[in-house]
């Protein structure tokens, strides 16, 4: 595919651009509007490819829970290895379509590798997430990043207090989440260990409270994100954060979501899985 279509695609997931210009300028890159549905079937979530690891899964339990957060009660879908009295817990941030299909089937994957794993729904606040993903995004732009980051530490004190936890917890999160995985880094020092997946980036003048170890994970044709990297990292070194900074090169945003066709890359997913399975163990285990 054409990356100036993936671009836009991009563009219009994250400014967010109105679906209606984001097709008026999809038909002018491809020629025809005949040609959309098939460019659409590529490269947006198909969520019925959400099933890596599934509930039914034997290995696993998995169920929707509500925990107290900062704002309310919060929503949540947890999953954990039916065999394990106690394992290292991890809360998972979903992308800025909200808590779906996807972001659960990451869920039950962390849980079958050994981990109690909890995807809080952080549009609670707003009504939690809706059907719509273009509606998420709106609803996304309107949270108070700042309660978000607090609904994240309930949901930390959450799983130090669950039954199943070894009460160590780590993070890790995807796209817009990706970016809740740095404020969180900075906000909570009980933080064992974070994974980002191509996230915005924090303000480098705050990373000096981060006690956490760090493992980002980029995509090489991300220059929106990319921009901010190098800054990133370098005062992360400064101060001293333990941190890994790892660039898939010729894979877009959201390189690791099965579920969007085109931009998912198969090798560099399971690369960036490996390592992040690993480096959670290492500092959670």
Not at 14 to 31: D, M, S, T
Not at 75 to 97: Q, S
Not at 194 to 217: E, R
Not at 221 to 244: C, M, T, W
Request: aromatic share 8%; with cysteine; proline share 6%.
């Amino acid at each position: 595919m054409d990356q100036k279509i993936i671009d836009l695609y991009d563009e219009y997931t994250h400014k967010p651009l109105p679906r209606r210009v984001f097709l008026e300028r999809l038909a002018v890159l491809v020629g025809s509007a005949t040609a959309i549905p098939a460019i659409l079937a590529q490269i947006e979530p198909n969520y019925a490819l959400a099933a890596q690891v599934t509930a039914e899964d034997t290995r696993i339990a998995a169920e929707r829970i509500t925990f107290q957060g900062a704002t309310g009660d919060v929503g949540g879908y947890l999953a954990r290895p039916k065999l394990a009295e106690k394992a290292p817990a991890v809360i998972v941030i979903h992308e800025n379509r909200g808590l779906n299909p996807y972001v659960e089937d990451v869920t039950r994957r962390l849980a079958a590798d050994g981990f109690v794993a909890l995807a809080p729904d952080l549009l609670a606040p707003l009504g939690g997430t809706p059907q719509d993903p273009d509606r998420a995004r709106e609803l996304i732009g309107q949270l108070d990043a700042d309660k978000a980051v607090n609904n994240l530490i309930a949901a930390m004190s959450h799983l130090m207090a669950y039954r199943y936890s070894n009460a160590k917890v780590g993070v890790v999160g995807f796209c817009w989440g990706g970016g809740m995985v740095n404020r969180l880094a900075i906000k909570a020092p009980d933080l064992k260990a974070a994974v980002a997946f191509y996230g915005p980036t924090a303000d480098p003048a705050l990373v000096g409270t981060i006690k956490a170890p760090l493992q980002l994970h980029y995509a090489g044709l991300d220059q929106r994100i990319n921009a901010n990297v190098p800054a990133y990292g370098k005062a992360l070194k400064k101060a001293g954060v333990s941190h890994e900074i790892h660039m898939y090169e010729g894979v877009n945003h959201a390189f690791h979501n099965d579920t969007s066709a085109e931009r998912y890359n198969k090798e560099a997913a399971g690369l960036a899985w490996g390592r992040t399975v690993e480096f959670l163990k290492k500092n959670l285990g």
